[in-house]
């Protein structure tokens, strides 16, 4: 217990080792970003948004309520072990989406990727702010979500380019068996719990307990409220982007190699912009970041509107994308920054619980828009909620 340290130089080993674990996580979102969609439409002959979102709903609930599980368990029973059955639990996922028979095979391999991400993606990040200790917490968050959110771009990329060569079964998805093994077998022999490392910062913290997590959390306390609310909306649109967004160019007559270039562009800003976005969430006020990312999205979301190009999508894409980055690392290291290291990982959990909420709420809210009306309002309508999620950040949130 004496000879541990915190900080990111100290434990860089094993800090890198939980980046690459966390590229595998990210990776196997990516598989289904740009051609499941497509998949709905052309190989199950679905046409109404909400029945094609659905695979999103679940993937979203899923993962929420696994999120607060793995914050709730984690310091009971260690977090690698709940890392190691967050791969156990992706085994079945680019199987089925190999053979699904039928769209509610699609259902089921998502059920299983929500508790994935839930457990996997969950325990790299209180891993990381364990070994980081206050100094880095930004910087290893930006770490950790860029390392997650390029591999869902690069991986989303390659399935779409495989998609256009090979077809959109089953070759898309061999790379799944692929990132599934590695995370295991790494999560397995290479990865080492850090209760000891929770143990030397606990015993230094001045931050008071919360009396009630869970409502603290959700809204009462104004930071932690704030950025929870933030998260839901963030995820919001990115579930809307997600399942909406391959709908709407294929709409306009792109190819599906075009959709999986503009569909990568998104995660991909959102990835890289967090080795930078992240650092500078130590440095300046995070009620900043969080203010002028959310912001930064709804200005995208509304241009969208407008957009009809490959270029002016591309574009936009990345614009998007950028003020994404700005508010996913300053999320979790404000989380961090407000809780006491015991109850952090609970917090965390909740937090998650509902930024990932967002998922469903956003998929099931565009998907209903969108047959309504159309897609379009459906981004419109997203843009507006999420501009008043910036307003919230703004009016309620305290400088820090």
Do not use: C
């Not at 104004?222 to 997600?242: C, E, F, R, T, Y």
């Amino acid at each position: 217990m004496t000879d541990v340290k915190l900080g990111l130089k100290e434990n860089w080993k094993q800090f890198t080792l939980l980046v690459i674990v966390n590229a595998f996580v990210g990776g196997m979102v990516g598989l289904e970003r740009s051609i499941l969609p497509e998949i709905a439409e052309k190989e199950f002959g679905l046409a109404v948004k909400t029945a094609i979102l659905s695979f999103i709903v679940v993937f979203g609930i899923t993962k929420a309520l696994t999120n607060y599980v793995t914050g709730a368990l984690a310091n009971k029973y260690g977090r690698k072990k709940l890392l190691i059955w967050g791969w156990i639990m992706a085994i079945p996922v680019p199987i089925i989406l190999m053979y699904a028979q039928n769209w509610n095979w699609i259902i089921a391999a998502n059920i299983f990727l929500g508790i994935n991400q839930g457990l996997a993606w969950s325990s790299t990040v209180v891993m990381k702010i364990d070994l980081v200790g206050e100094k880095d917490r930004g910087f290893a968050m930006g770490l950790n979500e860029f390392a997650g959110y390029l591999a869902v771009a690069i991986v989303a990329f390659i399935t779409g380019w495989v998609a256009s060569e090979y077809g959109l079964r089953p070759y898309p998805f061999y790379i799944g068996i692929a990132l599934t093994a590695l995370g295991l077998l790494f999560s397995i022999f290479l990865i080492k719990d850090t209760v000891h490392h929770l143990s030397a910062e606990t015993a230094k913290s001045t931050v008071p307990l919360l009396k009630n997590v869970f409502w603290e959390t959700t809204w009462k306390n104004k930071n932690l409220g704030s950025v929870s609310q933030a998260g839901l909306i963030n995820n919001l649109n990115d579930g809307m982007v997600w399942g909406i967004f391959p709908l709407l160019l294929a709409s306009k007559n792109f190819t599906i190699e075009q959709i999986g270039a503009i569909t990568a562009i998104y995660p991909g800003v959102w990835g890289i912009g967090q080795l930078f976005t992240g650092k500078m969430a130590d440095l300046y006020a995070k009620k900043k970041l969080l203010f002028y990312g959310m912001l930064l999205q709804a200005i995208a979301l509304f241009l969208f509107y407008y957009a009809s190009t490959l270029w002016s999508y591309g574009i936009l894409a990345a614009i998007l994308g950028w003020g994404t980055a700005m508010v996913y690392p300053t999320f979790l290291a404000s989380i961090a920054e407000n809780t006491h290291p015991t109850d952090r990982a609970k917090s965390i959990g909740i937090f998650r619980l509902w930024r990932d909420l967002g998922y469903a709420f956003g998929a099931i809210l565009t998907g209903i828009v969108a047959d309504l009306f159309n897609i379009n309002t459906s981004i419109l309508l997203i843009g507006g909620l999420t501009l008043i999620s910036a307003l919230v950040i703004q009016f309620r949130m305290e400088l820090k």
